[in-house]
């Protein structure tokens, strides 16, 4: 591992400001914002690339280089293929669903390892989220993302993550 992927994965606390936003304009223009405040990476966030595609992540990544791009793709398919779509675009982490294929989930991590890349691996609806999450780093994920939906969240509001970071 390069001192440079060190330093991102060292433990420390990170600010992840997520642009889940439909619009490159806008999205390009919090993120100048989220940059001045502080943060330290930045979301390309599912709307973002269901509206702008690669385009986002390339414009994220050259606008703000500084900044780790994280392509929250939730992958269910073609690991190694859209993972590397997003790498050769000048993302730092792609996000693959952990409830995928384990070969998805193994073929993004590849992918990850030929590109010099990380993998977050989300648990959104894992009936088992702690074993999933020993699995997952014992496969070789980066990052395991504890997280509850939005439409879970708002169909249920004492739905939250933070019940599930005990386990």
Not at 26 to 33: G, M, Q, R
Not at 39 to 59: C, K, N, Q, S
Not at 93 to 118: K, L, N, P, Q, S
Not at 152 to 163: A, F, G, I, L, T
């Amino acid at each position: 591992m390069s001192p440079a992927t060190s330093a991102l994965l060292d433990g420390s606390p990170r600010v992840q400001l997520s642009l889940d936003l439909p619009a490159l304009d806008e999205a390009l223009a919090t993120a100048a914002i989220g940059v001045r405040a502080g943060v330290d990476w930045i979301e390309a966030g599912t709307p973002l690339i269901l509206g702008e595609g690669l385009h986002a992540v390339r414009a994220l990544h050259e606008r703000f280089p500084g900044h780790p791009v994280v392509a929250d793709l939730k992958t269910m398919d073609a690991g190694y293929l859209e993972a590397e779509m997003m790498f050769r675009a000048g993302a730092e982490f792609v996000v693959v669903m952990a409830v995928a294929h384990e070969r998805t989930v193994r073929e993004a991590i590849r992918a990850a390892r030929d590109h010099g890349r990380h993998v977050m691996a989300d648990l959104m609806l894992h009936p088992d989220k702690p074993a999933m999450a020993r699995r997952l780093q014992d496969w070789g994920v980066d990052v395991v993302l504890v997280h509850t939906g939005y439409d879970e969240r708002h169909h249920d509001p004492d739905r939250s993550p933070v019940r599930d970071l005990a386990a």
